[in-house]
DNA sequence: TCTGGGGTCCTAGGACCC
DNA sequence: TCTGGGGTCCTAGGACCC
């Protein structure tokens, strides 16, 4: 059996952490620049407000319904999250951290538990010792696990939060309930697709003839089907290591200028670098893409990136940021207002393990050089010390106007409690 | 004025090989 | 009238997830 553990809306539960006050208050939690809404309390969701919402659209509801807005704190998430995780990987050997809310539990030799008991028994752990709720979903399989785990949401006075498909029964009256459109795994397109051929409840999807589902929504398509019949295809996944690493960002305004454009990518790369150093991993292809607002189609719009093959592995920012400037120079263009812009390192290889080129290679002193970069990032702060390519004198700051304290990773930013 | 930032997996089709 | 059959690798793009 699987159990998918989620917390419930996690980054508006972390901020009220610090502030009960707010609770059975509505939140939400803004995405990086406070751009839009990406967490929402269960009662700032019964006020209409939908994931995504452009902040400035809703300024003023959030004003007129007192809804609690936040900036994103991600230090505070994060530190949250691996709490979570760490009490969760108590109960079983086998945890995937599928997100930074949600584990797959895999429980094989468990078959004289009561895999529900062991699902309250978490609950109760990790919202007393964090305070973070959470919902557990326990079934045979993952995307079974993830329908679960939606009915202990959808029902929590009846679950109590916590919900078992552990009979045949359970499992056809779950599958019988939820439309298509609930499943993990099928999005809008899919969705669509199967209206239009009448498949409305995930049963009905269960019934489709196989032929049909692989031919449209190939292979994935027919595992999912099978996991949702109760047929196991899906395994717990490792994910300690990323295959990609992507570092993007929005601009403060429109670029118009290269070098503006050119500082960006440099600095993306440079952050590349640093997540490349932290996995033990160097990178063999490198993409940039830049991009105009794509909100703005008034304006004269340009898209473009490009992908290059390193001459040789790596992982220091130095030489990414050269391949980055060198690709950057392939697709930028003057006379456009840019908005956005990306570095993207792919194909990785292990540090430890480089093929040497015969006649291109690594300078060898970069290992030691970024070593102790990184030593003083971390002891200093981050981006204390950078490339001169980097701007200087900038300290780069996005939008972040409501921001709580990192109560939990700063120490001069703890809670103070006042006794009276 | 103002709209995020990450990821994964799969397929079709082109280019090439024998 | 009429030109095989088997492969691999790469890329772009689609679909999905949080």
């Known amino acids: 059996m699987f159990a998918l553990v989620d917390c419930n809306n996690f980054y508006a539960s972390c901020e009220r952490l610090f502030r009960p006050e707010l609770n059975g208050k509505p939140v939400v939690v803004l995405s990086n620049n ?3 809404v990406i967490a929402r309390s269960n009662e700032a969701k019964a006020l209409g407000i939908e994931m995504g919402a452009p902040a400035f659209l809703f300024e003023k509801k959030f004003k007129e319904q007192h809804i609690n807005v936040f900036s994103s704190n991600y230090a505070l998430y994060g530190d949250m999250s691996s709490r ?5 990987s ?6 995937e951290v599928y997100s930074i809310d949600e584990a797959f539990l895999k429980f094989d030799g468990f078959k004289l538990f009561d895999l529900k008991k062991i699902g309250e028994q978490m609950r109760k ?16 399989t993952k995307a079974l696990a993830k329908l679960a785990n939606k009915i202990a949401k959808k029902f929590p006075k009846q679950t109590g939060g916590v919900h078992a498909i552990d009979t045949q029964d359970k499992l056809i009256r779950a599958i019988a309930f939820f439309k298509i459109g609930d499943v993990w795994g099928i999005g809008r397109q899919h969705e669509k697709r199967l209206k239009a051929v009448g498949v409305e409840s995930i049963l009905d999807f269960t019934l489709l003839p196989e032929d049909w589902v692989k031919k449209q929504m190939s292979v994935v398509g027919l595992r999912l089907q099978k996991e949702l019949a109760g047929i196991r295809t899906l395994d717990l996944e490792d994910t300690k290591d990323k295959k990609n690493i992507a570092v993007t960002r929005s601009f403060d305004e429109n670029y118009t200028e290269y070098g503006k454009v050119k500082e960006r990518v440099i600095t993306f790369a440079t952050i590349c670098g640093e997540r490349l150093r932290k996995q033990d991993s160097c990178c063999n292809v490198i993409q940039v893409f830049v991009h105009t607002n794509t909100f703005r189609p008034e304006q004269p719009q340009y898209s473009r990136s490009v992908t290059i093959d390193l001459p040789y592995p790596t992982n220091s920012s130095m ?22 812009a990306g570095v993207i390192v792919m194909e990785f290889t292990p540090a430890d393990s480089k093929q040497q080129m015969l006649f291109e290679n690594s300078d060898p002193k970069q290992g030691n050089l970024m070593a102790v970069l990184d030593k003083l990032n971390k002891a200093l702060g981050q981006q204390k010390v950078k490339l001169a390519s980097q701007d200087l004198d900038k300290v780069w700051k996005m939008k972040r106007a409501k921001l709580s304290p990192r109560y939990t990773t700063r120490l001069d930013e703890i809670i103070t409690v006042h006794c009276r």
């Open 34 to 36: 406070d751009g839009c």
């Open 125 to 140: 752990e990790v919202t007393k010792s964090t305070g973070i709720p959470i919902s557990v979903g326990i079934a045979p």
């Open 319 to 340: 030489e990414l940021a050269h391949f980055a400037v060198d690709a950057l120079q392939r697709i930028y263009k003057d006379g456009y207002g840019y908005k956005k």
């Open 84 to 88: 979570v995780m760490t009490i969760l």
């Open 90 to 95: 108590k109960y079983s050997p086998d945890v």
